[in-house]
């Protein structure tokens, strides 16, 4: 079946420092990719639509420049959290789904847990 | 705007309990809807679904019937399983190509013991 992988699972880090997490579709393409956003015990807030080879559509309330995605491949998707601040702890979740199909066979990626310091 | 509302958790039932776990939806028109599971260090996966009103959607004994008249997409199971432990989300969309965006209920935690 499709995979989505994200990397890395969790990862620690300094205020002020910026965290790349990448999504990947390790055995489809998928010209659109999801970011979602998880706090403890809510649900999951889309972010952000990431298109490949345009720019990424953002949700509102979401800082652009503080959320940075690009999907550079068919298979690649990256959020970049820049100046990253205590407030952006969070899980963050990836989903794909094959080119030209729709929400019923989004697969969603394991997550990748933010800690900033 | 579209929402889904889910029973507050967390749930804890006894093995081979029978379960039941709410979800109403607000939206315009007629979504699809998706229950979807998350098993502990796991991402979503999807559990069942239902594209129209009074459609059955079943896996792994876990059953939701989309009801309409009610804006109501509850999840059951006559007997769980240990197994079964993991956070439940509800969700809707409208579905189709290039229709992918999915609204979350806030999810509900299950635990079953032995």
């Known amino acids: 079946g499709a995979v989505v992988s994200q990397h890395p699972s969790w990862v620690i880090c300094k205020s002020g420092t910026s965290v790349k997490i990448e999504c990947r579709s390790l055995?489809?393409?998928?010209?659109?990719m999801f970011w979602y956003r998880q706090f403890p015990k809510q649900s999951l807030m889309l972010m952000a639509t990431s298109n490949e080879g345009s720019k990424a559509t953002y949700e509102q309330g979401v800082e652009k420049d503080k959320f940075l995605i690009n999907h550079a491949s068919l298979t690649l998707s990256t959020l970049t959290v820049t100046s990253a601040h205590p407030e952006d702890s969070s899980f963050y979740i990836c989903?794909?789904?094959?080119?030209?199909?729709?929400?019923?066979?989004?697969?969603f990626g394991a997550g990748s847990r933010l800690t900033v310091l | 705007g579209n929402s889904v509302t889910q029973m507050e958790g967390p749930v804890t039932l006894s093995e081979e309990a029978f379960l039941t776990i709410n979800c109403t939806y607000t939206a315009t028109g007629y979504p699809s809807l998706f229950w979807y599971v998350q098993y502990p260090g796991e991402g979503l996966q999807l559990l069942l679904k239902?594209?129209?009103?009074?459609d059955k959607g079943s896996n792994k004994g876990f059953e939701a019937t989309y009801r309409k008249e009610t804006t109501s997409f509850h999840l059951e199971k006559g007997s769980v399983q240990v197994s079964d432990s993991a956070v439940y989300f509800c969700a809707l969309a409208y579905s189709g190509a290039g229709s992918y965006q999915l609204t979350f209920g806030k999810g509900t935690k299950l635990s079953v013991i032995p």
């Open positions: 055995d489809f393409q998928a010209t659109t």
């Open positions: 239902a594209t129209k009103a009074d």
């Open positions: 989903s794909a789904s094959p080119t030209g199909t729709g929400a019923n066979v989004l697969t």
